[in-house]
Nanobody
Framework: QVQLVESGGGLVQAGGSLRLSCAAS????????MGWFRQAPGKEREFVAF????????AYADSVKGRFTIPRDNVKNTLYLQMNSLRAEDTALYYC????????????WGQGTQVTVAS
């Protein structure tokens, strides 16, 4: 059973940076793609970024392009979200998600980590 565990959330001032981590446990871990989503209070969960686990260009939501990157470590089975130039509107619960090995739909989710940006 694959489990995803996020970490790295916290309180940061606007303009600051945070790096979230998502560690995938369970052997073997196979996925087509992993990504990050977020949900702000009173809003629906929205896509932030994803990357194909085998490589290739990542995809980003327009709201985070140029500020966020999504590096990965295939050896450690860990996905990251590097967030720079944070804004108050980035405040949300951030979730990590992974697809299965043969289906690119996000079927496995972490419990979320809170990011709060103070303006």
């Amino acid at each position: 059973q694959v489990q995803l565990v996020e970490s790295g959330g916290g309180l940061v001032q606007a303009g600051g940076s945070l790096r979230l981590s998502c560690a995938a446990s369970g052997r073997p871990f196979r996925t087509l793609r992993m990504g990050w989503f977020r949900q702000a209070p009173g809003k629906e969960r929205e896509f932030v970024a994803f990357i194909m686990w085998s490589g290739g260009s990542p995809a980003y939501a327009d709201s985070v392009k140029g500020r966020f990157t999504i590096p990965r470590d295939n050896v450690k089975n860990t996905l990251y979200l590097q967030m720079n130039s944070l804004r108050a509107e980035d405040t949300a619960l951030y979730y990590c998600a992974a697809s299965g090995p043969a289906d690119d739909s996000f079927s496995r989710w972490g419990q979320g980590t809170q990011v709060t940006v103070a303006s």
